[in-house]
């Protein structure tokens, strides 16, 4: 059975028919699901010093705020699982998905049995889920994964389909004129005149978003932005008061509009 069959919801699921994927090839995958099939076996490793490190306390601290004891949440591009394991060590359920069947395979081989019974695996196309049930979930977490599409607008309307009124939304989104992707950029372009490949992610990571038009999608989408946190892998947080970081993190609660 594919999960467009029917509809899922956390708590009406047979974890056999969640923990699979749909037999997606590499060749049928997203360019961003491409390329962190190449880098899957290592990133959970990145998590665990520098940048990623500061950025994986910074996202922990705004998760203590949402997460409560038997809530349901997805980990939305899921990634290795790093940060499914976090809302599990909360106390919360969750479905993890992801469009990389080789990231979603790490992810589930580090998890391990600890947390079998409230995790559950989908490879799917992030903006189109038809595995899970409308209204389900008490919270959506969305790390580094708008960059990589063309349409974060439907991404934010899945979102806000599968979100339970009040349902908190945590995400994090690439700013316009970040300092740092802007260096990177201008290495990149240096580099590749000598047939270098740096800053490789530049290649698939091309969305960047305004702050205006971030709180103006969200709004749209049915959402109110509650709090936005500034994050930047070089900058010291006293120079983000000037200039633009690598990253904001964004949270923000499905309004009731019925």
Known sequence: ???????????????SELNQTTGATSSGLSSGARF????????TAGYARGAFAR???????????????????????????????????????????????RMLSHARERT?????????????????????KNGAFDGVL???VVEYLDRPDALLKEVARILSPGGVLVISLPPTLSAVRAFQKGIRAFM????????????????EISPRAIDRLLH???????????????????????????????????LDRS
Do not use: N
């Open 1 to 15: 059975m594919s999960f467009s069959d029917r509809e899922l919801g956390a708590s009406q699921v047979k974890r």
């Open 36 to 43: 962190h099939e190449e880098i899957a076996a290592g990133w």
């Open 55 to 101: 950025r994986l306390d910074l996202i922990r601290l705004v998760l203590t705020r949402h997460v409560s004891p038997g809530d349901s949440w997805v980990d939305l591009g899921c990634g290795s699982g790093v940060l499914c394991r976090e809302l599990l060590a909360l106390g919360a359920s969750v479905v993890a998905v992801d469009g990389s069947p």
């Open 112 to 132: 391990g049995l600890e947390y079998a019974g409230r995790v559950s695996w989908i490879q799917s196309d992030v903006q189109s889920i038809d595995a899970l």
């Open 142 to 144: 969305c790390s580094s």
């Open 192 to 207: 590749s005149m000598f047939g270098k490949d740096k800053f490789t992610y530049l290649s698939v990571s091309r969305l």
């Open 220 to 254: 749209e989408a049915g959402f109110l932005v509650i709090r936005s946190t500034k994050y930047d892998p070089v900058l010291p947080r006293a120079l983000l008061q000037l200039v633009r970081p690598a990253l904001l993190i964004v949270e923000a609660r499905k």
